[in-house]
């Protein structure tokens, strides 16, 4: 049978997001590379993968798929005999799993990454300074989401439920890049947040996904 | 039992989105009303609810939920003996229907609350002018993702398979409200999506909710 196959780059979070699933399965992958410096992502052949021109995309057999939340949905559906269960089956465990998904989707993730931008991608990538109105607007969006994640995981160990699943995985790229930044401060200051995230962060599965992310900003000379 | 209840407006999109869901299933719910002008989803009890302070809140026994797509899935799952079957089971299936779930929650809505907000809202509701450097670059967006699912049309019946899923059931309140304003040019320039929106418009399930939000908007005297 074919590899699975992911098409993008090992730093951008989205396919580190998809990356961690499959470490958490003990699954193989290639990865091919999809130069996002030269704007391959935005060309063919990987417009074909991807219309929306934005990595990953993935492919195991003949299924191809993107959008990295139902990559990562599919990997613990169709492999769920196999590594960590990542995702739950009783109905209403299962909506409250989803729950907490479409909350880091549309809460952590849409303030997170324009935290990121601003303060980490701008700056590293391109020289050029965050813009302190967005900065500032969205530390206090994401002040308030974890506010209501201290309160969260002192009733459960995880978000998703009583154990590890894809509601904590989905966060852990975003999570990563923002503790390298002005925004730990945010986490420091919520002792359940902080014992959440260096839990999920020391997972094996996901410091394969570090290693090979630091490969690919520092490639050997 | 207790029956299902929804705490939200019959005229905002995501209440919409959960009703509809509820319609599809033939299930009987309370719609507990938020009054959103007095800001009633930012105070107690609501915020209990949800502390997002947005609406829908959904209650069907002990489970408590918000966020509307978290709660279609659950309402899918939950009751799937009754009503239409919106959610697929095989998993190369289901994960097609999830990208199709996650664009239009990424794709689709983002453009189109956008530009939903600058038409009808803003000038409906608070008599104000649309910001048009917000409605030209939401309209380019919007104009690529329905080019997306021209194509896509021309291949599946519906987005999410070959039958009616919560993948098409998602759009339909954003693009109920989008084919009142300007934005209807758009959706028309495209044969499939046209014949798409006519057909999903026209479900018995969809034509109950927009009664409800009509007598909403518009309360006998």
Do not use: C
Not at 77 to 99: C, H, M, W
Request: aromatic share 10%.
């Amino acid at each position: 049978m074919a590899p699975i196959k992911v098409h993008g780059s090992a730093y951008s979070t989205a396919t580190m997001r998809v990356i961690a699933t499959l470490n958490e399965k003990n699954l193989d992958f290639e990865l091919v590379p999809v130069d996002m410096r030269t704007g391959e992502h935005k060309k063919e052949p990987f417009i074909s993968l991807n219309p929306f021109g934005q990595v990953p995309a993935f492919e195991d057999g003949d299924l191809k798929l993107y959008e990295s939340r139902a990559i990562t949905k599919y990997i613990a559906n169709q492999y769920s005999d196999q590594g960590t269960d990542l995702v739950f089956r009783d109905p209403k465990e299962q909506a409250i799993e989803s729950l907490w998904t479409e909350v880091e989707a549309h809460h952590f993730d849409t303030a997170g990454s324009k935290l990121n931008w601003e303060l980490a991608v701008k700056p590293k990538m391109f020289g050029a300074e965050g813009d302190q109105a967005v900065i500032e607007e969205n530390k206090v969006k994401l002040a308030k989401v974890l506010d209501v994640y201290e309160k969260r995981l002192s009733e459960s160990n995880y978000l998703g439920g009583d154990r590890f699943s894809l509601a904590d995985l989905h966060h852990l790229p975003t999570a990563e890049y923002l503790l390298l930044t002005s925004i730990k401060e945010l986490f420091d200051a919520r002792p359940r947040v902080t014992a959440w995230l260096a839990d999920i962060t020391s997972r094996p599965a996901w410091t394969k996904v570090i290693e090979l992310r630091n490969q690919a900003l520092n490639p050997p000379k």
